[in-house]
């Protein structure tokens, strides 16, 4: 008896571990179970938020996505290769990941949870370790219904960060191997302050916000693209730090 007990918990164990190990946890179904069967794991979906404003090295993943360890960022992205969302491009040093079109659909996904999550938002205990890559693509992939009068090429720095995308339709595009003509570089109190609502002008006059090219329609972009409203109950603490 105690041998078919043992047996018998043995198999249940094994059963749970291959259940826990497992991508396809959800079986009903479901459409939306079926997506979260792909991207559910945590640090999926902030992978392919990492990669919507351009590709990204294995190592500006790691860096950007702090607290997730290489072995975790390797399954993932095994994973989200292996449905067709990310695909390796380039070879050596060159090699990076970028999202396919399957990826570039989950942008609207994306962007409502991030409105939804908006007043959720938490420091972290400092701040000024926020990767700049992380509050640029919430401005600029959250941005909706963007004004023509911001339609263009731009290349966005804001310290070692730099992106190059496409405004048209109403939104931002990534536009990695474009030639921009029109360059936006903020300091980081220049972001701070576009997050908490302030004008480019404003910006501008304090020294965060340097334009190249065309500046009039830099500032129809930039007016554009705020923090959501909760950020503004947390200035004292994003002014101390960021």
């Known amino acids: 008896m105690i041998q078919v007990i043992s047996a018998w918990m043995i198999q249940v164990k094994s059963a ?13 179904f479901c459409p939306v179970g079926a997506a979260l069967n792909v991207v559910g794991e945590r640090w999926a979906l902030l992978i392919v938020r990492d990669l919507f404003l351009g590709p990204r090295r ?3 993943l790691l860096t950007g996505l702090g607290g997730i360890g290489t072995d975790i960022l390797a399954a993932r992205l095994r994973t989200l290769q292996e449905h067709g969302i990310v695909r390796q491009v380039g070879k050596g040093r060159a090699q990076r990941y970028e999202l396919t079109d399957s990826g570039e659909e989950l942008r609207p996904v994306l962007a409502a949870l ?8 938490r420091l972290p205990a400092d701040p ?15 941005a909706t219904a963007l004004p023509r009068q911001a339609n263009g090429g731009y290349q966005v720095r804001v310290e ?35 997050i ?3 004008t ?34 947390l200035r004292r603490q994003l002014e101390a730090g960021v």
Do not use: F, N
Request: proline share 9%; charged share 25%; hydrophobic share 35%.
């Open 160 to 194: 070692d960060e730099e992106v190059r995308i496409d405004v048209a339709g109403g939104h931002v595009h990534p536009a990695p191997d474009s030639e921009p003509d029109t360059t936006i570089e903020l300091t980081r109190s220049g972001l701070r302050a576009l």
């Open 58 to 60: 294995y190592s500006e």
């Open 200 to 233: 480019p002008s404003e910006i501008e006059q304090a020294g965060d916000l340097s334009i190249e090219g065309d500046r009039r329609r830099a500032h129809a972009l930039l007016k554009a693209v705020t923090g959501p409203p909760r950020l503004a109950g």
């Open 114 to 121: 991030g409105r939804w999550g908006a007043d959720r938002v």
């Open 128 to 142: 000024s370790q926020i990767p700049p890559r992380v509050p640029l693509t919430s401005l600029l992939v959250g």
């Open 196 to 198: 908490l609502g302030a």
């Open 16 to 28: 749970t571990l291959r259940e826990v190990a497992s991508p396809l946890a959800y079986q009903s």
